[in-house]
């Protein structure tokens, strides 16, 4: 259903790291720049990441991005509680759809 | 501070019409392009429409979902401000929270991302 794949879920606890994988085509995240969003619950969304590993003022180191071919990963080192939250990727895609495509989402569990 | 708050939502029979509004402030409207994104109750993100700002050759353009195309019209007025979402044909599968959202250009491409949000406005398409 969606063009972006990314896990419906992750979770770990407090302190540790944990990555969340975006997983897509050349007609997409092969070609353009990858955004992460982050949206709390009840809130509305937040960017966190873009151009593949940039953050916005205001967006702590713990957070980052990457990109390989495909693919994209965000990364958040030293859990805390209060990042537990729904995590999107989100890029450009130019087959068939074109425009500004979502990954369906990833909740993540800080236990 | 950048703010933008939505108004308008509701709840609609199918077949019916909604006008959705964005009140912007804490930054020049006319610079900007500007998106509606929805999120469907318990679902993910998806980009409804945008429609870049007033200024050089992109005055004015505007862009649309597949799923959308032909039932919903984007506007802006930039003496007040204001983004709209004129919705026609309403079905069930529009049901969602429809966030008014900023674009980081003047354009909506490649480029651009979401740099502000809105609340989002609650639209329920139900007989």
């Known amino acids: 259903q969606f063009v972006l794949t990314q896990p419906p879920s992750v979770s770990a606890a407090p302190g540790q790291n944990v990555t969340i994988s975006c997983s897509g085509s050349?007609?997409?995240?092969?070609?353009?720049?990858v955004s992460w969003y982050q949206q709390l619950p009840g809130k509305a969304p937040k960017l966190l990441i873009y151009d593949n590993n940039r953050r916005p003022s205001g967006i702590p180191d713990r957070f980052s991005g990457s990109k390989s071919v495909t693919s994209a990963t965000l990364g958040i080192t030293g859990l805390q509680t209060g990042d537990e939250a729904d995590y999107y990727c989100e890029t450009w895609n130019s087959s068939l759809t074109v425009g500004r495509v979502f990954g369906g989402g990833t909740k993540l569990t800080v236990l | 501070e950048v703010q933008l708050l939505e108004s308008g939502g509701g709840l609609v029979q199918p077949g019916g019409s909604l006008r959705l509004s964005c009140a912007a402030s804490g930054f020049t409207f006319t610079s900007y392009a500007m998106s509606w994104v929805r999120q469907a109750p318990g679902k993910g993100l998806e980009w409804v429409s945008a429609m870049s700002g007033s200024g050089g050759s992109t005055h004015d353009i505007t862009y649309y979902a597949d799923s959308v195309k032909g039932r919903f019209t984007i506007s802006r007025d930039n003496s007040k401000k204001t983004l709209y979402l004129q919705m026609n044909s309403l079905r069930a599968e529009d049901t969602a929270v429809y966030y008014c959202a900023r674009e980081t250009l003047l354009t909506y491409n490649e480029y651009s991302d979401i740099d502000y949000w809105g609340q989002g406005t609650l639209v329920t398409v139900s007989s």
């Open positions: 050349s007609s997409n995240i092969g070609s353009y720049y």
